[in-house]
Each structure stands twice: as C-alpha cells, then as structure tokens.
C-alpha cells in the first residue's frame, strides 16, 4: 500500500465516510457543488474506493477535491451511510501534508484562506472578526455593513455588544491568556504545523514559479492565486 | 400537502433538550453580524423564561470556519471543543446552548465519533492535558440555542405582544423557514424534526400565528460553502446557490425568511442585496426585498421588543414592511442611531431596494 | 392418518401449503387475522412475467381453499403457543385451541411503509404514490390522474423505495420491485399514451427468462425512459406538481424533472403479524427480521424449531410464482416430517 492510502486510512473519518459505495448518485444529485462546478462526488468516492494510488494522487493535485462545500447534504441520504463531504475533509488534509495542493488554482487558494480565517482565529480568538470584512474585498456585504465597519464601538455598542473590551459578551477582546491556550493546543494538535506546511509549500510554489520576492515575500504569488491566473 | 404527513414526521424526531443551566457557546458569524441577536436569546432565557445561562469570557470560536476551509486539522478542532468542554466542567455546567449552526454541527460530529471510536477521545483528553492541562467532562445536553426557544415556545406566546398577522388583511403571514445545513442533515435525530422536515423554526412560527411556506428548494443549502464564500473568486458558488433558492420561493410571495444558522441569515440578507445590483431584480413584494430574521429577532418581535434593540437596522434588507404588516410600532428616525441616541451617521441607501 | 397441522396465515403461501396437505389427508387449520383469505394478492392487478389477472390465482386459492381437510378460521390470531409431547397447542383469540403435529407460520409480508423514506414525501405531496396504490387503482378501472383531477403529462417510477437502504433499515433487495415498476410502467403507458414515463432505477434486476424481455418490450414498445439513479429528493411546487431530483449517472450529471405524479416502488418487509407469530413460537428470526431458515440451500422452509415449518415471504421477498413453488415445497417438508415423526 503506497503512502496516500495509508494516511486515508489513518483518518477516523475516512471509516466514518466511506464504508462502501454502489454508484447511485443521490449524493450528486442534491450537491450544490455539482450543480455549479464540473463536479461529481460520487465518481470522487469510486476513485477513492478503487485503492488506485495513482488515481488518488492525480485527484489530490486537482482541483476537483476543493469544490465541495461542506453542507454534508450528502450523508444525509446515502442509503449506505457514506458521507462524501467527510472524505474530502481528509483528501484535502493530505493534499495539504504532501503538497499537492499547489498543484491546482483551487488548491492554491488555501494560502488565502490560512493567512484569513488561519490566521485571525490565533490573533483574535474568532474565526471572522470585523477587522477582517473589508468592505473593498466584500462588496456584496452593502452599505449597510460598511456603516458597521466604518463604526464597529458605537454600533456594537447600540446592540449591547463589548467590543474589543475585556470581560463577557458580544465580540468582547479576547485576552492573551486564552489566545496562548489555542496557541498551544494548536501546537500539540497539528494545527500549527498544518499552517507552517501550507506556508512553506505555497512559498517552494511561488519559488519554483519565479514568483519569490527578494525578501522572500509571496505577495506577487498570493496576487495570482487571488486571481485564479495560471502558474 | 398534508399537514398530518409532517406531524408524523415530527414525533418521530422528539430530540431531549435540558431545562435550565446552560453553557452558551456564542456563534462567530453571529456575534459579527447580528450581535444583538445574541443579547436578546439571554435576555429572553434569563428575564422571559427565568433561567440560567452561564456567558463565559473565557470561550473562543471553535474554529468550525477553519475546520470546513480544511485550515484546521480535526485533531485540533476537537481539543478547542474539549476545551470548551473542560471550561464547561469548570463553571459547573453540564447543558451546552450553542449559538451557531456550524459549531453544533462540529459538537455533533465529535461527539458521536467519540461514541464510535473511543480512542479518538482518549487521544483528544491526553492532547488538551498536555496542552494546557485541563480535563473535561462531555455534556450531558448539547442544545442548539433554536432548540432551546423551540421548547419553551408555548411560554413565550403566553407573553406574546405581536402574532405573525398581517393585520392589514388578517392572514397568518408566510414565512419561509431555512435550517442550516450543519443542524440536522448530518445527525438527523439531533435536529427537532430530523432532517428532511425539521420543526425547530416551523413550530415557532406556527406557534406564534405564521404560516410557513414549503416551497420546492427549501431543503438547499444557502449556498456559503465555507472556502466557496471566503476565497473572493469562488463566491459564485455562494450567490447562485442562493439565488436558485430566491427564484423557488418567490412565486409563494413570502413576507419573511427565518433562518437558523447565523451564515444563512447573513448570506440570504446580503446576496438579495447582491442580485437586486447585479440584476435588478428583488423577490419581495413592491420592489423590495424578503426581510431576513434570525429566531431570536422573530422571537423579540412576537414579545414586543423595539426593533432596534433587536438589530434590525443591521439588515441590508429593510424590515420595516414586515414590521408595518405586524403593526408592530418603531421610530423610523431612531434606525441607525448608537447607544444613547447619539448620531453615528447612516448607511448609504441601497439603490435597487429603496 | 389422524394427524393434524396449524397454518398461520392464509395467504397464498398459507393456502398453497395446506391445500396440498389437505390433499395428503391431514387436516388443517388455516388461522387468518383477516376476514378473508388470499392475503395481498387481492390487490393486485395483473401479475407478472405474464400479465395474467390476479384473480385467476385467487379463483384457484379459493378453491385450493375448500379442500376436504382444510378448515378456515377467519378474523382469527394467536394468543398463545404452547409445546406439548406430541407437538403444539395453540390458542386463539376467541379461546379455541388447536392441537398440532406441526405448525406452518405462512405470515407473509408488509408492503414497506413509505412514508418513512422522509425526502419522498409519501402522505405529505398530494401527488406521491407507491406501487401499491397504483395497483389499486389500476385494477379498480378509475382514471388514473393527479389530485386535482388532471391527467398526468409525466410520471416517474421509482425504484428501491425501503429496499437497500441503510437508513430505513432494510440493506436487501426486495426482488419484485425492479419488475413491478416495468410492469406498471407498460400498463400506464397503455392507459395513457401519451403520457412520459421515466424509471429511476439503480440496476435493473431482471433476473430469468422472461423479466429482462419485459423490459426490452417496455422500452421498444411503450417508450419508457430508463435513467440510471436512485432518487434523492421529492418537493412540491406551488401548482402541486413534483420536482424530482436524482443523478443521472450514465452521464454523470445531476438531474432535475417537474412530473405530475410520482409512484414510489416500495419493498417488502416482515409483517408485525410475523415478528408476533416468531416470538410466540420462539423461532429465530435473520438479521432483517424474517424468519430464520437454517440451510439457504437444504432447508428454506425449516425453523430453528423442529415442527415448526415456514412457507412464502415471512422468510424473504418472493414474488407470487416463488411463493406458490415455496410453499408446494413447504407441504412435501412437513409430510416428511410427518411421516418420519
């Protein structure tokens, strides 16, 4: 057994989400994904289940693993238990570890998401927090939320809020004792060395794309990845 | 349709919810975008319903947002779980009321595996020993905070100020009721209802004097996606799934949208706002849009709380023609002011919705 | 001889089997919960493979039912079931009791409830209806249309409804679903041809001589549309039709289809009255809750008690021709018995 099926096996959640598939397709059939995407969860779960290493490792380089949203829609109507969305959870965790995300545009983008929502959950506690909802990068927020934006103290204030402050409640600053307990439960868990290998693969990809700035930055790089430009 | 088919359904899926003393796990999402929202479930717990709700400072996100975008590991979300657990354990609670869709979620499925695979759980307790050395008992109750306003429904309409009348011609008013992916279509029998006909949001409104409004997608997705919504490029996967929704639901002429989850109640608040830019198009009556509200709003309005204590005016979609259907009395003047009627300015007005 | 027999159950297995026996010149008790005897086949239409009219099995039960040694017990269940020496007593309802030598349970099968399959909406859409319905109301000659009273444009079969299926709980397959649906597919088709009609199907399992010509004569004769995929969804839309949903596997895409009337293939399942009669017997039951048989190949009509035989579909899903031929063995198992003992 080559080393990917051995990783999918050591993931409880591969047992949780795939026992065994007979191809009926209702997991396609409600999957948003599959209606906006050249996408199809149930031909993913029978090259899974094929034991194909090849076959496996070809998927982790695509972009195919990274359409799935993530409703779970899915298990609930498997008439065998399966639960595809759960055994793209693990894909991707794999496709992290080994690299093989950089491989595609939709893999690239989870530089995007580790330096956002990654990144903001260790410095805030949150994983969205309003610093971090930029009206310019969010315009399908409206005026509404830029007015938020533009005065988070008096609006959470008026909404019973504790913004940035220090005690309970609404959006209250969450202070540093705590955030160096998720520090380090990252630290014991994996989370932060899944962070470090999704900088350091993105940042070997911007290298080997020429896409390196001299100081080692990977903004030229992100830039393209944010754009779905070919690299 | 019949009504009876449901009701069948429904005692099926009769999920144990706890009476009192609750852990509350606030939601992201929600804290951000309908922050009084949150303040209004603990009033009506605490001041409505006379119980104990326990708002823990020491709490974080469970990190539910980045496990779904695949940044965090599950090993790692299970021990921010079981330290909420632990936190839990400490304040000498044994209920947790969980604000958001996706947390309950997450809380459902790493219970359950820990049900399943015992040494999951075994693992999760040596990491967060090591970690920050904290123990931790698993709940007794895990309620979603819906759940919670489920259960005591029939005491809140013994306070009721307001029915889900239109008064203005004396019907129920139709409400479309979206759950939340994450409440029930993974563990169908930890959803009030289960998964297919979930009753937590249609037993409120039917409760409280509205009709709820089957329309053919209503089991769809809002469309977030998680890395679908957060990554810019990918953000017509979110739209077009909420579109697909607005489009099967407008010929029923709904005069509101309940929703469960905080991301759906901001997803189907803003991609109105969104598609009514891009198109020109709106799906609510007289070129306006359907007002977006989450329960604890609806149930501030069915006991008589101003609007805007409520959180209204944080809608891109106005709630005011609802509000004028309800007859429920507000200060048009009042929207956007801060705390202590100080001026803090006001939205630009949304050209396609005014 | 002088030896007597208890069926439980007059359906056609319960029926078959004591015919014959009564033939045989045992006698007879045949115990039915139902005013009348011929359990499920009075409603049923026309059978398959050859389309014969149901009721030509049910005239020759009827008459299989008068022979001299059977006596019919009627609006008649079990209350008690005791072991003696020589074999069992059995008490009814009413407070008789019958003495056997040995003891046929013949208690059929349940239609599954499909009203379970939650996402299908059985008793909830006006227009949702399961093969059993359609049988009926093929076979009562009303005018098969919607709710509303209209005649449907499209309709769609549906297969696997409560069979293979984890989350209702029954993991096999029922076996006579995958031809019921061509079958009824044919037969609207000849009522309404100008209605559509689609087969939503997982495999066709058309097993024998005659089922895959059924299916090769619904598609070039009756211009039913097979598409490979299980349904995953049923919802209705304002004007009560049905939009279903489903992949459309062969190209791998999903699918979405306003019908008019959905007709749901529903399996079969042990009855209550075949859990009751198991306990009571303290017979062991298999793991999908039918009558445990101890040799798939050598012993399809023995219990896990001796005297205590089984005929027709309390052990499994059979079709009419497999409960007839089962239940002719179940007689020749308890002569054998019978004579040996």
């Not at chain 2, 706002?273 to 007289?286: F, S």
Request: charged share 25%; proline share 4%; with cysteine.
């Amino acid at each position: 057994m080559g080393i990917v099926l051995d990783l999918l096996k050591q993931d409880v959640r591969f047992h949780e989400g795939l026992k065994a598939c007979m191809n009926c397709g209702v997991c396609t059939a409600i999957c948003p994904a599959a209606e906006f995407y050249d996408y199809d969860p149930r031909m993913l779960v029978s090259i899974v289940q094929s034991n194909d290493e090849e076959a496996i490792i070809e998927l982790l380089k695509s972009d195919t693993i990274w359409y799935c949203g993530q409703c779970m829609s899915c298990k609930t109507r498997c008439p065998r238990n399966n639960c595809p969305g759960l055994v793209i959870n693990v894909l991707r965790k794999i496709s992290q570890e080994l690299g093989y995300f950089t491989e595609s545009v939709k893999g690239r983008q989870q530089i995007l998401i580790k330096r956002n929502i990654g990144d903001t959950i260790l410095k805030t506690g949150y994983c969205i927090h309003p610093s971090i909802v930029k009206p310019e990068l969010h315009p399908e927020q409206g005026p509404v939320w830029e007015w938020v934006y533009n005065n988070p103290n008096d609006v959470y204030e008026r909404m019973g809020g504790n913004f940035d402050k220090e005690g309970a409640g609404t959006l209250r600053k969450i202070n540093n004792e705590v955030l160096g307990e998720l520090k380090a439960i990252f630290e014991v868990t994996g989370g932060t060395l899944l962070f470090d290998k999704i900088e350091k693969f993105s940042a070997m990809k911007a290298r080997e794309a020429g896409l390196e700035g001299t100081d080692g930055n990977i903004d030229k790089y992100i830039e393209k990845v944010n754009a779905e430009d070919k690299i | 349709m019949k009504a009876e088919g449901k009701r069948n359904i429904w005692r099926e899926y009769q999920k144990e919810i706890a009476c009192d003393h609750f852990y509350y796990q606030r939601s992201c999402i929600r804290q951000n975008f309908f922050p009084a929202s949150e303040k209004t479930f603990l009033k009506i717990l605490r001041d409505e319903l006379g119980k104990d709700i326990y708002d823990d400072p020491l709490h974080t996100t469970c990190t539910g947002i980045g496990y779904h975008t695949d940044v965090v590991p599950f090993d790692t979300i299970q021990a921010v779980v079981a330290r909420h657990f632990a936190l839990m354990t400490e304040a000498g609670y044994k209920n947790m009321a969980i604000s958001c869709v996706t947390s309950f979620g997450i809380y459902s499925e790493i219970t359950e595996t820990w049900k399943e695979f015992p040494e999951e759980l075994e693992k999760v307790r040596k990491s967060l020993k090591k970690a920050i050395g904290k123990e931790f008992e698993v709940p007794a109750n895990i309620a979603h905070a819906s759940d919670i306003i489920y259960k005591f429904k029939g005491e809140i309409a013994e306070k009721q100020q307001f029915e889900l009348i239109n008064k203005q011609t004396g019907k129920p008013l139709k409400i479309v009721e979206h759950i939340g992916c994450h409440y029930s279509k993974m563990f169908p029998s930890k959803g009030v209802g289960g998964a297919e006909f979930p009753h937590v949001l249609s037993g409120m409104i039917e409760e409280w004097g509205g009709e709820v409004v089957d329309y053919p997608e209503r089991r769809h997705c809002c469309g977030f996606g998680f890395r679908q919504y957060m990554v810019q490029s990918n953000r017509g996967y979110s739209l077009s799934n909420s579109k697909k929704k607005f489009e099967s639901m407008e010929p029923y002429m709904p005069d509101a949208i309940v929703a469960n989850c905080p991301g759906c109640n901001m997803f189907l608040d803003k991609w109105q706002y969104t598609l009514a830019e891009m198109q020109g198009k709106t799906y609510g009556q007289n070129g306006k849009g359907i007002p977006v509200l989450t329960y604890e709003e609806l149930a501030g309005l069915v006991l008589g709380y101003n609007p805007w204590d409520l959180g209204l005016q944080m809608h891109q979609i106005d709630c005011e023609p609802l509000l004028d259907k309800m007859k429920v009395p507000y200060n048009p003047e009042d929207k956007y002011l801060g705390a202590n009627k100080k001026y803090i300015g006001r939205p630009e007005v949304a050209a396609c919705l005014a | 001889m002088g030896k007597s027999i208890v069926t439980i159950g007059g359906g056609i297995a319960g029926i078959e089997a004591s015919g014959i026996l009564a033939e045989l010149g045992y006698a007879v008790s045949v115990i039915e919960k139902e005013p009348d005897f011929g359990g499920k086949l009075k409603n049923w239409d026309h059978l398959f493979p050859n389309m014969r009219k149901a009721e030509e099995i049910e005239d020759y039960l009827s008459r299989k039912g008068k022979t001299p040694g059977i006596t019919l017990f009627p609006n008649t269940t079990i209350a008690s079931f005791e072991n003696i020496k020589s074999g069992f007593v059995l008490k009814s309802n009413h407070g008789v009791s019958y003495s056997a030598h040995a003891v046929i349970v013949a208690t059929g099968f349940e239609v599954f409830s499909a009203e379970r399959k939650e996402e299908y909406g059985y008793k909830i859409y006006d227009n949702v209806i399961t093969s059993a319905d359609l049988e009926k109301r093929l076979k009562s000659g009303t005018p098969l249309t919607t709710l509303a009273g209209k005649t449907p444009q499209r309709i769609a079969f549906i297969h696997c409804v409560g069979s293979r299926d984890a989350k209702v709980g029954n993991t096999y397959c029922s076996k006579v679903c995958c031809v019921t649906g061509v079958k009824q597919a044919i037969e609207v088709n000849k009522l309404l041809p100008a209605t559509q009609i689609f087969n939503f199907y997982m495999d066709l399992r058309m097993h024998g001589l005659e089922h895959e010509e059924i299916y090769k004569t619904a598609q070039e004769k009756h211009n039913i549309q097979f598409i490979r995929g299980r349904l995953s969804e049923v919802s209705e839309n304002i004007d009560h039709s049905l939009l279903i949903k489903a992949e459309d596997t062969l190209s791998g895409r999903p699918l979405k289809m306003n019908v008019d009337l959905v007709v749901l293939l529903v399996g079969m399942e042990p009855g209550v009255g075949t859990t009751a009669i198991g306990k009571a017997c303290n017979i062991e039951f298999n793991q999908y809750g039918y009558l445990k048989i101890p040799d798939v190949h050598l012993a399809g009509n023995l219990t896990s008690r001796k005297g205590i035989f089984v005929a027709g579909s309390c052990s499994c899903p059979m079709s009419v021709k497999d409960t007839i031929e089962h239940a002719r063995s179940a007689a020749f198992e308890v002569h054998r018995y019978l004579i040996e003992n």
